[in-house]
């Protein structure tokens, strides 16, 4: 292994505030003790924790699939879904946990191939928040189905009818989108997870040890391992990349393609996938601020840098967000057409403005007014506010799409508004509850913090003393 030296920084390190051990690259320990604080983390179960779990899966069982059962044997009727409004919160609950699980693909392989060395310690957290997003919006398409049991005709297989799926049909579209992205991010989860269940494995006894021995693959860690390895993860972060922007895409063009006033829009396309990116990120600053909090040994490995870099990439997106959504209302308000009037009348001055204006709040100004701030960014419970205000916006901003533009059709004879009904607000509250609680139970069956990643940063991060100074360099490892 050779190291080729890729960068030195141009300041002179009197001239930074902070001291360079203070980031977590700079900042090494020994290996062992390293792999010690992250198993401590994982079977450290204190009696608060088991409560939690023991809260989020009754929530998930009572009101997922109470509700979705109670839903299933006295039909959509029990659903706040009227004309004109045929889609609700389950819709807005599908594009929402969409825009979420962009958070691993982001955060792990987009900042990979950009070799942007923040990402080490959190990338496994973000990558947990894909599959488990998905997860949580693969769900939706088949509550909104209705008659679920009809799943199976969504699935192209020979019958004896010779019937086959419409690939003309969004459903078809989101049903392959989200199959194809959730495989692909599952793996590209597991792959860098190897290394960590081997060192698991070799620390663990009962039936961890088992566990963690079949999905360590045999792996013994020696170099010709690691860089088949190191090429698989490459690999699948350039392909994974186009997934991401196609689902999200596709996910737009379930609005697009329709000829609905507020809808017909080529802009779609690049505003979800920004507006994805923007909540998914967000979540990410949440979870960690989670981890950081009420895991043992956490405050090691995630640090206020983190928190700080990512504080940068939301400024950016909201920035970002701001643009594509406000260009979007121009053409709508230049297109002339008296109906799409109509709709930006029924945001601007309806009986549900204040969701509209409450959105812009959550979305551009308290982002632009906070993050520009060091101190705010470093610091990890206000980003986990900041990120769950973000949320609420986009949240309200995928509602006002699906259920704003619904009720102001063409002919003003068949206006009306949606309520959602108790029915769809349980079903929504156990998504979330099966989104915390799959988290939860993972947080102690895998390492969420990739090891060997770390290890492998710090190996690469130096001081080098040039006279009295200390400079930061970073070593390429080949």
Do not use: C
């Not at 949580?136 to 209705?146: D, E, R, W």
């Not at 020979?158 to 992205?181: C, E, G, K, V």
């Not at 490459?234 to 063009?253: D, K, L, R």
């Amino acid at each position: 292994m050779t190291a080729k030296l890729s960068a030195f920084p141009k300041e002179h390190p009197h001239e930074h505030e902070e001291d360079p051990r203070e980031h977590l690259m700079l900042d090494p320990r020994p290996r062992e003790e390293m792999n010690s604080m992250v198993l401590e983390s994982m079977q450290d179960t204190p009696v608060s924790y088991w409560v939690t779990v023991g809260v989020l899966g009754l929530l998930v069982g009572v009101a997922l699939f109470g509700a979705w059962g109670y839903m299933i044997s006295k039909g959509m009727g029990v659903a706040g879904i009227r004309r004109p409004v045929y889609w609700g919160v389950f819709i807005a609950n599908f594009v929402f946990w969409i825009g979420i699980s962009h958070a691993g693909t982001f955060v792990s392989a987009i900042l990979r191939v950009f070799k942007a060395e923040f990402r080490r310690p959190f990338t496994r957290a973000a990558e947990l928040m894909t599959t488990f997003g998905l997860a949580a919006a693969g769900l939706y398409p088949l509550i909104h189905l209705g008659r679920t049991w009809r799943f199976y005709w969504m699935i192209p297989y020979p019958n004896q009818r010779w019937l086959w799926p419409n690939f003309h049909s969004p459903l078809m579209w989101d049903m392959l989108a989200i199959t194809t992205y959730l495989l692909s991010s599952t793996i590209y989860l597991y792959l860098p997870l190897i290394p960590d269940m081997a060192m698991a494995r070799d620390r663990s006894t009962g039936w961890r040890k088992k566990l963690y021995r079949v999905l360590a693959l045999g792996w013994r860690g020696t170099e010709a391992e690691f860089h088949h390895l190191h090429t698989a993860i490459n690999i699948f972060a350039f392909a994974i990349i186009p997934v991401m922007f196609s689902v999200h895409t596709i996910v737009a063009w379930d609005f697009a393609v329709a000829m609905t006033p507020g809808w017909h829009s080529t802009i779609f396309g690049p505003y979800f996938v920004v507006g994805a990116i923007l909540s998914g990120v967000s979540a990410v600053t949440m979870v960690l601020a989670l981890i950081r909090g009420t895991m043992k040994n956490m405050k090691y490995f995630i640090r206020p840098e983190h928190f700080d870099a990512l504080g940068k990439l939301v400024l950016i997106f909201s920035m970002a967000w701001g643009y594509f959504f406000f260009n979007d209302f121009n053409l709508e308000w230049y297109g002339g057409e008296a109906v799409g009037h109509a709709v930006m009348d029924y945001h601007l001055h309806g009986p549900l403005s204040w969701i509209w204006y409450g959105m812009l709040v959550a979305n551009i100004i308290i982002p632009w007014a906070t993050l520009w701030n060091k101190k705010i960014r470093r610091n990890p419970w206000a980003m986990f506010t900041i990120g769950f205000i973000i949320n609420l916006g986009m949240y309200a901003e995928r509602f006002m799409i699906v259920t704003f533009v619904l009720s102001r059709g063409r002919m003003p004879f068949d206006w009306g508004w949606y309520k959602p009904s108790l029915v769809e607000l349980s079903i929504s509250l156990g998504s979330i509850a099966l989104f915390l609680f799959l988290y939860a139970v993972m947080s102690r069956l895998i390492p969420l913090i990739p090891v060997w990643e770390v290890q492998e940063g710090q190996l690469a991060h130096t001081l080098r003393r040039i006279g009295k100074a200390e400079i930061p360099t970073v070593s390429e490892l080949e």
